[in-house]
């Protein structure tokens, strides 16, 4: 199928999303696990609509806007609130795309939600550190629908205080969990990480 992206001719193959077709970044997007549109920094502009690239199907005769002026606004405003909420000292990506949009997370004021929490070491092999978790919720859904099916992940609390825990915040050893580690893969952040990478 044929679409326009910036003006420009491009095929699409059919059942792909535009995340397959165009050049945007992205966070909680993850090829492995089911979590899609959370993040918004995929956002593009189809038929005048802002849709997510990570869960907006391609379709014959569409128009994209990627990199618009309001869509660099966008990003550049939801990279400053992730820096202004969370410790970002282990995601260099993350570093990488504050710098390439000029996001100035100070012209906000202070804001620090989650940065001052302590990180959790209740196993031998890695840390919940949530003053460096971006909300995701990628390690929720590999453990749960994505990969492994055990759940011992979970969301707790709303908005800017929503961050994954354990069932009934219970120590990762009372929990389903099998340490198999997929939950750690997929985090972009380093909010979990293998123990020996203490920051």
Known sequence: MRLKVNGQPVEAQEGSL?????????????????????????????DGRLLP?????????????????ALRTLRK????????????????????????YGADPGRWGALTVRKGSAPIR???FFLRDYAKCVNCRRCVDACGDGIMGVYALTLENRGLL????????????????VFCGNCVQVCPTGA??????EV
Do not use: Y
């Not at 690239?53 to 994209?64: F, I, L, N, S």
């Not at 405003?77 to 390439?100: C, K, N, Y």
């Open 18 to 46: 535009l995340l397959d077709v165009v050049d945007v970044p992205t966070l909680c997007h993850h090829p492995h696990t089911e979590t899609q549109g959370l993040c918004r920094l995929c956002l593009v502009e189809v």
């Open 53 to 69: 690239a990570c869960a907006t199907p391609a379709r014959e005769g569409m128009e994209v806007w990627t990199d618009t002026d």
């Open 77 to 100: 405003t939801l990279l400053e609130w992730l820096a202004l909420t969370t410790d970002l000292s282990l995601a260099p990506e993350l570093q990488d795309l504050l710098a390439s």
């Open 122 to 124: 209740d196993n031998p």
């Open 162 to 177: 929503a961050h994954p825990t354990t069932p009934l915040d219970r120590p990762l050893p009372e929990t389903p969990c």
């Open 192 to 197: 979990l990480r293998p123990l020996g990478l």
